[in-house]
Structure formats: C-alpha cells, structure tokens
C-alpha cells in the first residue's frame, strides 16, 4: 500500500501547487482588469501610463537572481533528500530531479548578470 500512496501524494502536491499557481496569477489579473474598468465607469477615462503601468507586472532588477536562488535552493533540497533516504538506490532519481530546477535556477541567475535590463516604471 504505501507503494501507491507516496507517489500519490507527492504527484497530487505537485498539481495542487501548480494550479493554486495559476489560479492566484489570473485571481491578480482579474482584480487589475476590475479596477481599471471601474475607472473608466467613474470617470470615463483613463490615463494610459496608468494602464500599461498597472498592466505591466513590477519586476525588479534582481527578480532572476532571486528566482535562481529560490531554484537552486529547491535542487538542494532533493538532493539533501536523497542523501537522507536510506536506501543507496534512491540518490539517482532524486539527483534527477534536482536537475531540472537546479539547471533552470542556473539559467535565471546567468539572465541576472548576463542580459540587458530595461528600466522599470
């Protein structure tokens, strides 16, 4: 039994996390189309610096380095994980795993100090 109930656990976490994920990022942009439509209903018009300003998401300079240290810090943790599973046979899968957000982290912090940034508004 616990065969199939730690894979299912772990997959259903997985999805749980990726559509609370989307579901909040439309729940933001649903609340920003509000109120700029209120605006409009109020007073008939609305600046469009203060549209493309709202609209436009407020990313800082340092959003892909802080992205690639929460992603790298993600491949530590399964790696930890491996190392603390008793079984030998485990340290294979989980290195696997830590691949992807590991090599992804990697990428946002080269996008940190390799890329042009544009200012932000």
């Known amino acids: ?24 990022s439309y729940r933001k942009r649903r609340i920003v189309y509000d109120a700029i439509k209120v605006a409009i209903e109020k007073t008939g018009t609305v ?17 892909d380095l ?23 046979e485990a340290i294979g899968p989980l290195l696997g795993v830590a691949s992807f957000p590991g090599f992804i982290g990697l990428a946002y912090i080269a996008f940190h100090f390799f890329a ?6």
Do not use: H
Not at 4 to 18: D, E, R, Y
């Open 47 to 63: 600046d469009a610096a203060l549209v493309e300003a709202i609209i436009r998401d407020k990313v800082g300079p340092n959003a």
């Open 116 to 121: 042009p940034r544009e200012p932000v508004v």
């Open 1 to 24: 039994m616990e065969d199939i109930m730690v894979p299912f656990f772990v997959f259903t976490a997985l999805a749980i996390i990726l559509v609370s994920a989307f579901f909040f």
């Open 66 to 88: 802080r992205k690639g240290i929460i992603l790298i810090a993600t491949a530590a943790a399964f790696v930890a994980l491996g190392y603390s599973i008793d079984d030998q």
